[in-house]
């Protein structure tokens, strides 16, 4: 009997210390990812284009909000001009920026073909261009267009994964469609096949982003909300937004596989660690500049993260006071608060090989900027250290410079793909460009 005490004992002593040095080295890990010398947290987390500077970390919590109409609901829409002479992006010591595509129409969703094609919606014409490869002059070899005569497209995925897919689907505001595929295609070989006959369209957010789970068996779908913050016990017109709708790739409804989430459309992703579904949001107006906050996070299945009536877990917004308390405690906290009104958009974790090796597994979202401040903040490239698959809570300034001193705006980064050689590849839909970031020397 006291034997087998002892080899409980010693067991739990082993697992314990175990559990320790785990955690020891997740410590260690996210040491070598963030600069604590550089981290900003707190209230004066919360920041506009002019205190911007390419690696800068921050980190905001639920416990750093100001209260509603902490400040007025401003309307600062941003003036687009042309992009000076001298203006470029900055990024941090070590990376260099290079303009690879210019004179696009309305660059937006941005995905990586497995032969390395990059495939880029041009939502405003309605149509699916191709860039292939990297001549002497850093410019694509080749652009053509893969399709046509699109509905608002913006999601774009290829399915089966692997090295040879057979379609590539699209996300119509309206609708899901596929072409077939075969590696290396620059136009489609075929009409597009309509998926997903029905998607919920109109209001102000017409983003449908399309990703598939890492066993190919489900196909997630990102819609926004028609609205600021209608109750949708009260607006018809809010069912199935503000959710991630789950359909089998073929096309047939299996459920809402999230909720109360008020933009997911912008940027969907899967975690190629853990295979779980991530998304970039797109939070409420009107709250004041600083809420309430967008962010980023791995979904939970089944998980409420609070939109109309709660807001970061359960803080309620006051233009729904009283409604529906049994869903107070039941609103999840997402795992990386950005500054309110960023428009946080697309998304891509870094699975190649050029960048330092700290950089691995770590997410990268595009910021599109915002209107509801009273100072700009967003318009930029954000990183987001991931350890063991995980976030942390912090995030990074990494591409800025594309607002001017005087508050006008040249650049919109909308989405980011991660390139065969391992540089990213940017859309901007201010300048109708694409950025190639890279390590200095590559």
Known sequence: MRTNRRKLLGAGVLAVGLV???AALIVQAAQQKIDKARLIAGSAAFIDYRA???????????????KPFATDSASNNPTLVPRPAAAMPQVPAGFKVELYATGLSGPRQIRLAPNGDAFVAESRSGQIRVLRGRGADGKPQQISVFATGLKQPYGINFYPSGASPQWVYVGNTNSI???????????????????????????????RDVVFSKDGRAMFVGVGSASNVDDPDQKPGEFHRANILQFTPDGKFVKVYASGIRNPGGGLAINPQTGELWCSVNERDALGDNLAPDYITHVREGGFYGWPWYYIGGNQDPRHEGKHPELRTQVLVPDVLLSAHNASLGITFYDGVQFPAEYRGDLFAAEHGSWNRSNRTGYELIRVPIVDGHATGEFEDFMTGFVLPDGNVWGRPVAVAVASDGALLVTDDGSQSIWRVSVAGK
């Open 20 to 22: 320790v040095f785990a």
């Open 52 to 66: 911007m500077k390419p690696g800068t970390f921050r980190k905001i919590t639920a416990a750093d909000l100001p």
């Open 177 to 207: 469609v596929r072409f077939p595929y075969k590696t290396g295609d620059l136009k489609a070989s075929g009409p597009a096949e309509t998926i997903v006959k029905e998607l919920p369209e109109g209001g102000g957010h017409w983003t």
